[in-house]
């Protein structure tokens, strides 16, 4: 407690939220309001409707709500399986490599995602990889973008791992594989859902990489956000929006569910 | 139970040592995979930006490049934008993380779960909501005609860098209190009860012992909002004004708008060598903080929590 007078305090906690509510509750909850609305020139939106909703079950927007889960959920698995693998080798390296197999594996955070998009274009519109214009490259896209997440969720929590299960399994006799599917990989499992949540979530609202590759047959929930506001349908974009965010809600409560139901167990 | 932990008992009983054969074999599949999709499709960008369309290799791209007064207006852009930004959000992040742990309210756990949620969102849903909010018919325009009668509001800002400055500190805001509240966290109350007995003002306990214990934090927080407001886009994209134009937007322009795809990688290079530099940096700061950390205390929870979180672990 720093500030001690009741005055001081109520004074303290007023311009923080005086600063809070602006800039972080109203941003959420103004575009939850637009999307049930045709018209904002008041204080308040005006012209209430559910058409914004109608057209999004009617219209492609399900296609492309479809599309953003799938590659969310290609993306993520594929990035979950690599971070996780990388992660478990790299506990075992010595400290040199692994601060290179740490610096690779993070440098996809560093480089700005337009430009891994770029690259993929780059690399794959030309032969031996044809990828160019085909779902595979916007899911390789996610998974490269997503996967240092994967790798750093899963290494702070094999660094808080207690080594003693391990060694105790170890002590009496269980083999490597072994003691890694059954006493290392049950223990992670909170950390591996947590991380898998992070992952969908950020593939989910990907927009930068695929703005620069996706192909007219594969196009996610973003670049349709992206499409509705650029043609000046902002109301429209807003209920996409809240498709967008309901989604990914969704999801992670879901994943959050799995954790504390595998940390009872 | 507890000697069992030491080191050197932990590789007698784990069998194979450190740094063996065996084990760079199995980090082999990995290193494949990500050397396949992400670093050979780099290495050709850098080579493209090479390449002149008229073909032959030379540094030409380049010459064209850093001449154009798009390009130079765009690392201008980019550069104040990511530096305003990363200040912004700071100071915002500062205040905010001083109250929610040192003025503490019922409800304030809660308000840093929301923050965390905050950081699933992808960025563009900032600018669409200012839009409502700040927009030529947003509310506070909209408040603004109703009360005056004026045809259009005083407000104007949002298709300028103003706006792409405030989505930014809006979104980047959260990125600075995670791992500044794991740092408070660690700050001794008995310390700021020492010196609030002794009569120093709570402006001085902040600038005295509190600030102190969070400056590695606050640099490493500060560096990473700086990368990632220079390699910002959906934000940029949204605003969708001509007149801001950022070098991630500028690769997007040349390889899908105009098609000139050795420029683009030109700019990407670019772009990249100033990111990668940064974050070397924020690595560098970052794990400092937490190694300074771990050795002022000796504990089982300061392993958790370090000032070097990735940018959104753990959401």
Partial sequence: MLVHSKAARRAVHSVFFLLFVPVFALPLLVIVAASFATNWSGALPSGATLTHYQDIVRGDSLDA?????????????????AGTWAALAAEKLGPRTRRVLDALFLLP???????????????????????????????TAHTVLVTAFAYQSVTAALARLDPAYEQSAAGLGARPAYVLWRVKLPLLLPSLTAAIGLCFALSMGELSATMMLYPPDWMPLPVQIFAATDRGSLFAGAALAVVLMATTLLVLLAVSRIRTRATYR | MVAVRTPAVRESVGGRAPGAPRAVLWALPPVAALALVFLYPLALVAWQSLTPDDGGHSLTPYATVLAETSFREALGNTVLIALGATLGALLLGLALALVIAFVPFPGGKALSRFIDLFLAFPSFLITLALLFLYGTVGVANGLWTDATGAATGPLNFLHTPWGVLLAEVTYFTPFVMRPLLAAFSQVETGQLEAAASLGARPWRIVRTVILPEALPSLAAGGALVLVLCLNEFGIVLFTGAKDVVTLPMLVYTKAILDGDYTGACVVAVINIALSVALYALYRTVASRAAGA???RRKGPRTAAGSGGDPRRAGA
Avoid at chain 1, 65 to 81: F, K, P
């Fill in chain 1, 109 to 139: 955070v560093a480089v700005p995602s337009v430009v891994v998009g770029l690259s993929l274009l780059v690399a794959f519109s030309r032969p031996p990889f044809l990828l160019n214009g085909t779902p595979q490259i916007v899911i």
């Fill in chain 2, 293 to 295: 950390r771990r050795g």
């Fill in chain 1, 65 to 81: 709500l479809v599309t953003s889960v799938l590659t969310a959920l290609a993306a993520s698995t594929a990035a979950l399986t």
